[in-house]
């Protein structure tokens, strides 16, 4: 029997789209993580406890927080301004709404040069350090022997707690 030279065209694209079909799992392939830069995290304070330094305090985005000894408490003021900023992204004082672990009469707030309101805990403004890639880094502790990781009471992270304690993992 002769073909009919309209029907192998139709053939074709119906075995290739059966092809095509078979190889569908029906659902979209998945779209690559999207990251929200820390700076647009959820504002926060929360206390926790890291493996090799004890209790301290991090943003909405678990990235950790750090004082600068060059800042003064009384009254509360940053000693880092412009070129600084880039390297320590000063905490903006709405992270005061949502504290875990922080005892609220030790947080406040103190407005830069530049009119922008920043968080202080025990009146120390807080930073975060910029190159701090994932939640947990403290690569900027002991930064130019003035920067450290703060304490929920307002303190700094001097040194490692002795992570061989059986209680380091807070257990």
Known sequence: ????????PLATGCVVLAVI???????PAPLPPQSVPAAEAAPALNAVRAFD???????GAGFTLYRYDKDTTAPPRS????ACTRTWQPVPATAA??????DPALVGSLTRADGTDQ????????????????????G??????????VTPDGNKVQAASDPGRTDAFGL
């Not at 029997?1 to 192998?8: E, G, I």
């Not at 079909?21 to 659902?27: E, K, P, Q, Y």
């Not at 009146?123 to 947990?136: I, K």
Request: aromatic share 6%; glycine share 12%; proline share 10%.
């Open 79 to 82: 000693a880092c301004d412009s």
């Open 97 to 102: 709404q949502q504290l875990r672990g922080i």
């Open 1 to 8: 029997m002769p073909r009919s030279p309209a029907l192998t």
């Open 21 to 27: 079909t078979a190889c569908d799992t029906g659902s």
């Open 140 to 149: 900027g502790m002991r930064s130019g022997d003035a920067w450290f990781p």
């Open 53 to 59: 330094l004890g209790r301290i305090v991090v943003d």
């Open 119 to 138: 968080v202080t805990l025990a009146g120390h403004p807080l930073y975060r350090y910029r190159p701090d890639e994932m939640p947990g880094e403290t």
